[in-house]
């Protein structure tokens, strides 16, 4: 989408608006208090963080935050309630839902002139998964089972893509369940994209409720929109670097009903990009023909199957960090983690399409605008 049909449904972008509502009560328009900002962090494989301040609501004479219909604020704003972030352009009542969350933290000053704040700020669904250490175990089942089932536990809805490898056995060993999430992600990867599963909580779209996502990142989907510099993308700080990168992923496992080791391998070389892949600039720089910088790594797989996939996730993980980015743009709600842009007006070496991993969305006296992390979506 260009950024011209964006503006024209957001009115040029001339009146962000923005909403709040704690237990289903607008701070705004039900409460009567002012909000001087609201800001929402989305990431993936990590529960997103909101946060918004109210200004002008400490009652001097009472020594107590206060609503402006005379009702104790922090009476309202527990630890725990539910919350509801909603940030876009026009009416404030029809903004898209950026999170939904909970509120996990308060704070405030005591200054030596002026009145005080009081800064509110919480996790999406989420955070409940950080909490804790369990231990579990499963047998004769896929990675994508046992996502449903943890799913399940937290009352989130799931969105889960299926896994085909049945494992003998899946062990949980004193991790959280974010945690284990994670292990499970990054042994499961996107043969086409050479990218392991991606994990993330967000609203879930018009039901409302929180979602569960795990599955193979959407590098290939259509961009959201075109941002060309200076045209609505206000800045971007790309950065290459072959640190840490490999050209080889070798995983040594074990076949129990053969006998025999397993090697499952990946070449940055065979995913053929559209520009030279990071294989080429190690070969380069080895000193020795053919021996090209690899990754060997001992994991307890038992079929080749998974030792390949493992290799391949393995190679994803550091491939992806060859070409990554900082952009802020004029504030657009669609900029969302597991999403793609487009960025124009950079020239040949860094105009193309990049993987958002993580958008900040920020609403305040200056205007609205959102920051992302990206990566290219062609190594």
Sequence with gaps: ?????????????????????????????????????????????????????????????????????????LDLLTLGAEV???????????????????????????????????????????????LGANTDSWRERTDSDVVKQIAGFYSLNADVAPTTEKHPQIEQNQVSDWEF???????????????????FVDPGGVVKRPTL?????RVRSAPVVRLAWGEGLL???????????????????????????????????????????VGQYLN??????????TLRLRQPVFTQAEADKRANAALGQKTKKFLKGDAESVGLPELRPDCTVELANLGEAFSKIYYIEQATHRID???YRTKFKVRETNL
């Design 181 to 199: 999430l994670r292990t499970l992600a990054e042994r499961n990867s996107d043969d086409d994209s050479r990218s392991h599963y991606e994990f």
């Design 365 to 367: 006296g200056g205007g």
């Design 235 to 277: 800045s971007f700080a790309p950065e290459a670097s072959i640190a840490g990168q490999v050209s080889k992923v070798e995983v040594y496992g074990w076949s129990v009903a053969r006998k025999e080791p397993i090697i499952g391998r990946a070449s940055a070389d065979d995913a053929r990009p559209k520009s030279k892949s």
């Design 213 to 217: 996502h795990f599955g193979k990142p």
């Design 1 to 73: 989408m260009e950024l011209v049909d964006l503006s024209r449904s957001y009115g040029n972008f001339y009146a962000p608006a923005f909403s709040v509502r704690v237990a289903r009560a607008d701070v705004v328009r039900d409460l009567l208090v002012p909000v001087s900002q609201v800001e929402v962090d989305m990431v993936l494989t990590a529960a997103s963080r909101f946060s918004f301040t109210l200004s002008d609501c400490y009652s001097h004479e009472e020594q107590k935050f206060k609503t402006g219909r005379g009702d104790d604020l």
């Design 84 to 130: 509801e972030v909603c940030m876009g352009y026009g009416d404030a009542l029809s903004t898209p839902t950026a999170m939904l969350g909970m509120v996990t933290n308060l704070s405030t000053s005591f200054p030596e002139t002026g009145s005080p704040e009081l800064v509110v700020s919480g996790y999406d669904h989420g955070f409940p998964l950080t």
């Design 284 to 293: 380069a720089l080895a000193r020795v023909p053919g021996r090209a910088p």
